[in-house]
């Protein structure tokens, strides 16, 4: 038997990859002659670049501004295939919320320079394409910070250059893209981006996400209407209008790129099965093993495990699922093929007890699924 063992991570305990080893203990348990494949996958966001690495890429490291000035070390990766060198490149890595404690002046303040000195490390190595992975960004300022690090100025109405962060946007007056990276021009730029909320508005980036990153009624305010003077600057100087959907993912951080750039908004589940060659590995199983942290109804909205079990079904494939907890409905779940799924509460008996030793929980979950399928 040919098992592919294919989760997204187990958020706060276990990476795709730690989740992927504990399952394919467990599915050794009951087919100890079984060959496992492991593919770890994510969803665009947080995990891309670790499911890239696990997939044969090469890590690379750069110093970089993170999102309130001090300095990170943030990795990256490049994969090389068939004479195409591709980047991946998470913001979260240098621009994210793990990098900041949530605050109103985190909120205002934060930005995404430290990206741009990612995308300037890629373009140095010589990448052909570059996969930008979005998911848990401190920054709420349109990607501003990112395009100024590669080149592009913005100024205030006095002629003065604009300081980095969100809140400034709002005074912003004129934006020059003279200097502006020309590599960037010839480079394929593929944005995961799942989420359908636009630059600004009522549902856009600062009234929907910066809360939670500590903005206040006051400063989401401030943010939605540089973010809305963002625009404007970026129609004006390009002709393009970047209030579109999905632009608003990870603080309007594609809305820099789709204005001055040949980027294009791609589905983040579709972008790391290819990077990962997760349909090949379909191809050759029998069984098709996958999960995440919290199987619920967001899970239907482009998450990675429902992407496997859809993969998976289409070939006419078992489908088992292992998550933390399990809250979608079991019909539901057979829709896209599962035919059985064990939660780690069902086993631990209570959450903390779960992320106490999640791959212990997880190696057992799978061994019950699988036992009982």
């Known amino acids: 038997m040919k098992v592919l ?39 665009g966001g947080e995990g891309t670049l670790e499911a890239a690495l696990a ?14 000035e001090k300095d990170v070390t943030a990795s990256w990766a490049m994969l090389e295939r068939g004479g195409t060198r591709t980047a991946v490149i998470e913001t979260a890595r240098a621009s994210g919320m793990l990098l900041a404690e949530p605050s109103v002046q985190t909120a205002l303040a934060a930005h995404c320079y430290g990206s741009g000195q990612l995308i300037a490390a890629a373009l140095d190595a010589g990448a052909t394409e570059i996969v930008l ?16 690090a590669l080149g592009l100025e913005i100024y205030d109405g006095a002629g003065a250059r604009l300081p980095l962060g969100g809140a400034e946007l709002g005074v912003a007056r004129r934006v020059d893209s ?31 996400f910066a809360a939670q990153k500590g903005a206040d009624l006051t400063s989401l305010e401030v943010l939605d209407a540089g973010l809305r003077r963002w625009a404007a600057l970026i129609e004006e100087a390009t002709g393009r209008d ?5 632009a608003g993912a990870a603080g309007g951080f594609p809305s820099a790129f789709l204005g001055f750039t040949e980027a294009r908004l791609e589905s983040g589940f579709e972008l790391v099965a290819e990077l990962t060659g997760l349909d090949a590995a379909l191809d050759e199983a029998d069984l098709v093993i996958t999960g995440e942290g919290a199987l619920d109804e ?36 057979a829709a896209h093929g599962v ?21 212990k929980y997880v190696t057992w979950a799978t061994q019950q699924a699988l036992e009982g399928a």
């Open 5 to 43: 063992v294919a989760p997204d991570k187990f958020k706060g305990t276990l990476s795709a990859a730690e989740a992927a080893a504990a399952m394919a203990e467990g599915v050794l348990r009951v087919y100890p002659d079984a060959e496992v494949r492991t593919v770890p996958v994510a969803d």
């Open 339 to 359: 035919e059985a799924a064990v939660s780690l509460l069902d086993l631990a008996g209570s959450p903390d007890e779960a992320f106490a030793q999640a791959a």
């Open 55 to 68: 997939a044969g890429a090469q890590e690379h490291t750069a110093r970089v501004r993170g999102p309130l």
């Open 242 to 246: 970047v209030n579109v959907p999905g």
């Open 133 to 148: 992975g979005l998911g848990g960004s401190a920054m709420t300022d349109g990607g501003a910070g990112a395009l100024r």
């Open 298 to 333: 967001q899970s239907e909205y482009g998450k990675a495990p429902l992407g496997v079990a859809d993969r998976a079904h289409a070939r006419g494939l078992p489908v088992v699922v292992v998550a933390g907890k399990i809250t979608l409905d079991p019909r539901r779940l």
């Open 178 to 208: 003279t200097r502006l990276d020309p590599r960037l021009q010839r480079t394929v730029l593929r944005i995961a981006a799942d989420v359908q909320n636009p630059l600004y508005g009522p549902e856009g980036a600062a009234r929907i």
